[in-house]
């Protein structure tokens, strides 16, 4: 039996386990001395996070496997401690204080199929336009969308010297639109970049935050990057062909 160490409670559901159960519910989450890394992605394979967290630490690394992350925050939602001890041993995570206790219980690592993605060609992964997006204005994306509710792509340019996010689709016609700016730019590029908007609906995100977006314009993909002092959120996201 072994301890993990939570030093930000709230911070490790809402900035960590909340952006990965979004995507799936399944998880694969390594624990090691210097933090927690994750790998999760949607069904369709066009929304892929890589999450990292120092708000959870443990002496010896270790591999929690969990079937119902949800519910697994919901255990952690109810501890009224915001520093607190895991016991782990092999199939299970107890914890215990005088007014609560639970015991959950985990996922056989040998039954858990690993995500075939390099975690390292993430890091590295190469880009050749970058630009950036407060929370506050990318949440006009999603509530704007709900005015053209027919359509479900978001197309990103860049037009004189603003960011522009288009809702529409061009595979159809007689499509209602609505463009948004995003905000100032000097990024000279005459292509359009096509996103599914639930993509965009599955980021984790505060108003405060400010967003990074790379993008490779030769495979077609971006990489938004959120992240605090503690916790960092890498997603990939497909863009789709038109």
């Known amino acids: 039996m072994q301890n993990i160490l939570i030093t930000n409670r709230q911070n490790l559901i809402t900035r960590f386990f909340k952006p990965i159960s979004v995507l799936s519910d399944i998880a694969s989450i390594k624990v090691t001395p210097n933090g927690a890394t994750c790998l999760a992605r949607t069904n369709d394979q066009q929304l892929i996070l890589y999450a990292q967290s120092k708000d959870i630490t443990t002496d010896i690394d270790c591999q929690l496997d969990f079937t119902d992350c949800k519910n697994f925050e919901k255990l952690l939602d109810a501890i009224p401690d915001e520093t607190i001890t895991l016991n782990y041993d092999v199939n299970n995570l107890v914890y215990k204080s005088k007014t609560f206790k639970f015991k959950y219980h985990l996922l056989d690592t040998s039954l858990v199929q690993q995500f075939a993605l390099n975690v390292d060609k993430i890091e ?9 997006v407060s929370g506050d204005q990318f949440d006009l994306i999603l509530k704007k969308s709900s005015i053209v509710n027919t359509v479900n792509k978001v197309y990103f340019s860049f037009d004189g010297d603003q960011i522009l996010a288009e809702i529409t689709d061009k595979a159809q016609d007689n499509v209602n639109s609505l463009t948004i700016s995003l905000g100032e730019t000097d990024i000279n590029c005459d292509k359009s970049f096509p996103v599914s ?3 965009l609906r599955n980021l984790s995100y505060s108003k405060k935050d400010i967003l990074g977006f790379k993008l490779n314009t030769q495979q ?3 990489s938004v990057e ?7 959120l890498k997603y990939l996201i497909t863009t789709l062909v038109k």
């Open 220 to 222: 077609g993909v971006f």
């Open 226 to 232: 959120i992240s605090d002092e503690f916790n960092k």
């Open 124 to 132: 590295k992964f190469e880009t050749d336009i970058f630009f950036t």
């Open 197 to 199: 908007l639930e993509s």
